[in-house]
């Protein structure tokens, strides 16, 4: 007789606050064709995850409603079993990845995770599982959204929320791309927007954010990337006919003005988060907490003031 396989899960059993989230054991899910079983060491918090297990992905019409639906989009772990055909990993690798799917049963909140070879990338190297399991969701929202924008070299653009998750991943990957960065953030958060490569900042709480990013570009910037969700505030400061983008659902602004606006919504993409996991970006963990203290993560995520991402440890010793 064969013994089916289990494991400890976080689901949100309906949807809620942070006390709908329930610690399941569940079977342990059996990678298909072209997918690949990740030993989950690290699987980080994200604001997304409050918007699921809330139900306002729900309500907006994002996913469907399920009686328990799972929670996580990062994962950083070891490759534990390879489905049929996949190619370019090994048993006992150290991976990271993205779960893009909203509407499933188990998410990255688990002791294992199964993703498409697809939506998996080599972990950094030298970088613990906890830091890396920061990089999958927020570096990949911005380098897309950098993407969209279609700047070029020397051209200037605005990076607001610049010392969140999103923000500061953008600010550093654009001032790699030899962009001229003016970051919105708040006085406390100057000296690390500026490490990441901001040339200018504005504060965060400027009465007229237009008026403050013109006063240092005359005639408005290339292009905003707008990770707090100002719209048309940010898209004020923008030139005629530039472009603007914003990573939060359902915030982006008219085109005036002839400015190119787009919605990003994130994909998974492995060969884009490899080249990722190579550059040496920096990585920011707030705390560590075991799995079975997820709510208390998605509280302290929601009471806000935490520079960095809070993740949760599915299995001792990992």
């Known amino acids: 007789m064969i013994t089916e396989e289990r494991m400890r899960a976080v689901v949100a059993r309906g949807y809620g606050g942070p006390e709908v989230l329930e610690l399941m054991t569940v079977p342990r899910p059996e990678p298909g064709p072209g997918q690949i079983r990740i030993r989950v060491e690290a699987a980080t918090v994200n604001p997304v995850d409050l918007a699921t297990r809330s139900g306002a992905l729900v309500e907006a019409g994002l996913m469907a409603a399920?009686?328990?639906?799972?929670?996580g989009w990062d994962v950083a772990g070891v490759v534990d079993q390879l489905g049929a055909g996949v190619t370019g990993f090994a048993p006992g690798q150290q991976v990271i990845g993205?779960?893009?799917?909203?509407?499933?049963?188990l998410g990255a909140y688990s002791e294992y995770l199964v993703l498409d070879a697809t939506a998996v990338a080599p972990a950094p190297p030298g970088v613990?599982?906890?830091?890396?399991?920061?990089?999958?969701?927020?570096?990949?929202?911005a380098l897309q959204a950098l993407d969209l924008l279609d700047l070029t070299a020397g051209d200037t653009l605005l990076v607001t929320g610049a010392a969140g998750a999103v923000g500061g991943f953008a600010v550093e990957l654009a001032a790699r791309r030899g962009l001229r960065v003016i970051a919105q953030a708040a006085t406390a958060d100057e000296e690390f927007v500026r490490s990441r490569g901001a040339e200018w900042i504005?504060?965060?709480?400027a009465f007229d954010l237009a008026l403050d990013v013109r006063r240092l570009v005359p005639?408005?910037?290339?292009?905003?990337?707008?990770?707090?969700?100002?719209?048309?505030?940010?898209?004020?400061?923008?030139?005629?006919?530039?472009?603007?983008?914003?990573v939060v659902g359902g915030s982006a602004?008219?085109?005036?003005?002839g400015i190119r606006v787009h919605q990003q919504w994130i994909s998974s993409d492995g060969a884009a988060l490899a080249?990722?996991?190579?550059?040496?970006?920096?990585?920011?963990?707030?705390?560590?907490?075991?799995?079975?203290?997820?709510a208390e993560a998605h509280t302290r995520l929601t009471a806000?003031?935490?520079?960095?991402?809070?993740?949760?440890?599915?299995?001792e010793g990992a």
């Not at 910037?221 to 005629?240: C, K, P």
């Not at 602004?253 to 003005?257: C, G, Q, T």
């Open 66 to 71: 399920r009686e328990h639906t799972g929670i």
């Open 98 to 105: 993205l779960r893009d799917l909203l509407d499933v049963s």
């Open 128 to 141: 613990s599982a906890v830091a890396a399991a920061t990089l999958p969701l927020n570096s990949l929202t």
């Open 202 to 205: 504005v504060s965060r709480d």
């Open 219 to 246: 005639g408005g910037i290339d292009g905003a990337l707008d990770t707090a969700g100002l719209a048309i505030r940010a898209l004020a400061a923008v030139r005629t006919r530039g472009s603007y983008v914003t």
């Open 253 to 257: 602004p008219l085109p005036l003005r």
């Open 275 to 294: 080249e990722l996991a190579a550059m040496n970006l920096t990585l920011q963990v707030a705390d560590t907490l075991p799995l079975e203290r997820a």
């Open 304 to 315: 806000g003031s935490i520079r960095g991402r809070l993740v949760l440890i599915p299995s």
